[in-house]
C-alpha cells in the first residue's frame, strides 16, 4: 500500500475528515474530531501513526520490524507504521480499521452513529413496525 491508497482507505472511512493542523507536512484523519491516523508526507519510506489496543500494539511491534511505538504519540496506543515496507495490504487495512473502530468507540452515541450506520445500512432499513 502506497500513500495515496492509504489516504484514501482512510478518507472511505464513514465520517472521516483529513486536514493539516500541525503543518503542510502532517496530514490527519480524524472521525468526529478525534485522531485515527496520521501520515508523515516527509518521510522515506512513508510512516503513518494509528491508535492500538496497547496489548495487541505490542503484539504487531513484535511481528513486524516496520512498526514501532508511536513517533511524538503515546507509546502505549499508537504505533508508527512503516508502510511500502512489505506488510501486507491487508494486514495495513486491518490496522487502520482497527484504530478507526477505537475512536468511533470513544464518540458520543450520536456521533458514533455515523461508522454505525454504514454498516447496518440506511436508516430506512432499520426501522421497526409498531
Known amino acids: ?4 491508497e492509504f489516504r484514501e482507505y482512510c478518507l472511505r472511512k464513514p465520517g472521516a475528515t483529513e486536514g493539516t493542523p500541525f ?9 468526529g474530531d478525534k485522531m485515527f491516523a496520521l501520515a508523515a508526507l516527509d518521510e522515506v519510506p ?3 501513526n494509528l491508535k492500538c489496543d496497547p496489548e495487541l500494539a ?6 513486524y520490524e516496520q512498526v514501532r511505538p508511536g513517533y511524538h504519540m503515546n507509546k502505549k496506543h499508537w504505533n508508527t507504521v512503516k508502510i511500502e515496507s512489505g506488510i501486507p495490504d491487508d494486514e495495513l487495512r486491518k490496522m487502520i480499521d482497527h484504530s478507526y473502530d477505537l475512536v468511533i468507540k470513544t464518540l458520543p452515541k450520536a456521533r458514533s452513529k455515523v461508522g454505525v450506520q454504514s454498516r447496518r445500512g440506511p436508516a430506512s432499513a432499520r426501522r421497526v413496525r409498531r
Open 1 to 4: 500500500m502506497d500513500l495515496a
Open 23 to 31: 503543518g503542510p507536512d502532517v496530514l490527519v484523519f480524524k472521525v
Open 46 to 48: 512513508p510512516t503513518v
Open 58 to 63: 505490542l503484539d504487531l511491534r513484535d511481528r
